[in-house]
C-alpha cells in the first residue's frame, strides 16, 4: 500500500499551469521535509522543490518563481503548484518524505509515491 499518493499530472500546453497533489498519513506528513522530485525521461531525479515542518521552502533554480509548494497540515498533503510552464519540465513527478530537516538529496528521503506523468507540449 502507497504510504504517499500523488495526483494531479497531465497533459498541458506551455505556458499553462497544472497542480500536483500528494496525500499521505499524518505520521509521515510530520516528518521534516517533504518534497517533490521529477525525473525526465532518460534523466537521472531531482529535486524540484521541498519544505520543512516549519513552512520553510526551498526550490530548483529551473522553477523559482513559476512553482510553489505548500503544505495543507488539515488534510496532510502537499501541493505542488506549477505555473507557466515549459516542455522541459516534462516528467514523472515524485512526492517524497524525510525524516532529515533541510533534506535536499535523493538519499536523503525515505518514503516516496507512486509518481504522476507532467507532459507540456509546445
Same mark, same amino acid.
Given at each position: 500500500?502507497?504510504?504517499?499518493?500523488?495526483?494531479?499530472?497531465?497533459?498541458?500546453?506551455?505556458?499553462?499551469?497544472?497542480?500536483?497533489? =500528494?496525500?499521505?498519513?499524518?505520521?509521515?506528513?510530520?516528518?521534516?521535509?517533504?518534497?517533490?522530485?521529477?525525473?525526465?525521461?532518460?534523466?537521472?531525479?531531482?529535486?524540484?522543490? &521541498?519544505?520543512?515542518?516549519?513552512?520553510?521552502?526551498?526550490?530548483?533554480?529551473?522553477?523559482?518563481?513559476?512553482?510553489?509548494?505548500?503544505?495543507?497540515?488539515?488534510?496532510?498533503?502537499?501541493?505542488?503548484?506549477?505555473?507557466?510552464?515549459?516542455?522541459?519540465?516534462?516528467?514523472?513527478?515524485? =512526492?517524497?518524505?524525510?525524516?532529515?530537516?533541510?533534506? =535536499? &538529496?535523493?538519499?536523503?528521503?525515505?518514503?516516496?509515491?507512486?509518481?504522476?506523468?507532467?507532459?507540456?507540449?509546445?
Amino acid at each position: 500500500q502507497a504510504q504517499l499518493v500523488e495526483s494531479g499530472g497531465g497533459l498541458v500546453q506551455a505556458g499553462g499551469s497544472l497542480r500536483l497533489s =500528494c496525500a499521505t498519513s499524518e505520521r509521515i506528513f510530520s516528518l521534516n521535509s517533504m518534497g517533490w522530485y521529477r525525473q525526465p525521461p532518460g534523466k537521472e531525479r531531482e529535486l524540484v522543490a &521541498a519544505v520543512t515542518s516549519g513552512n520553510y521552502a526551498n526550490y530548483a533554480d529551473s522553477v523559482k518563481g513559476r512553482f510553489i509548494i505548500s503544505r495543507d497540515n488539515a488534510k496532510n498533503t502537499v501541493t505542488l503548484q506549477m505555473n507557466s510552464l515549459k516542455p522541459e519540465d516534462t516528467a514523472v513527478y515524485y =512526492c517524497a518524505a524525510s525524516g532529515r530537516l533541510g533534506a =535536499c &538529496a535523493v538519499y536523503e528521503y525515505d518514503y516516496w509515491g507512486q509518481g504522476t506523468q507532467v507532459t507540456v507540449s509546445s
